[in-house]
């Protein structure tokens, strides 16, 4: 049974910085793919970033490139999304996902077949 649990989110101004972590059991971690989403009041969820299971490949949607970093702790189990310079349009629940690697990061949701339960991150302005 796989889980993922995610947290470090809250409140913060514009111009300040969260670091969220997902923490997985169930599978052998160091096998997947880890993806961060997001998903905004009255929109659909939307791709944020993604990691291979070796760290050594990233890719980022263009809104967060430069500002977020996607990094995991294999021995740890743990993928964490360290965001800076937030903005009140990064308001949303982020979800983090986990899939069996493939030869190349997926960037949509149906890429994913697991998903943590999400945590809320509100930027005010």
């Known amino acids: 049974q796989v889980q993922l649990v995610e947290s470090g989110g809250g409140l913060v101004q514009t111009g300040g910085s969260l670091r969220l972590s997902c923490a997985a059991s169930g599978r052998t971690f160091s096998m997947y793919d880890m993806g961060w989403f997001r998903q905004a009041p009255g929109k659909e969820r939307e791709f944020v970033g993604a990691i291979s299971p070796n760290g050594g490949n990233t890719v980022y949607a263009d809104s967060v490139k430069g500002r977020f970093t996607i990094s995991r702790d294999n021995a740890k189990k743990t993928v964490y999304l360290q965001m800076n310079s937030l903005k009140p349009e990064d308001t949303a629940v982020y979800y983090c996902?986990?899939?069996?690697?493939?030869?190349?990061?997926?960037?949509?949701?149906?890429?994913?077949?697991?998903w943590g339960q999400g945590t809320q991150v509100t930027v005010s302005s």
């Open positions: 996902a986990m899939n069996f690697w493939r030869h190349a990061l997926s960037v949509t949701s149906t890429g994913y077949e697991y």
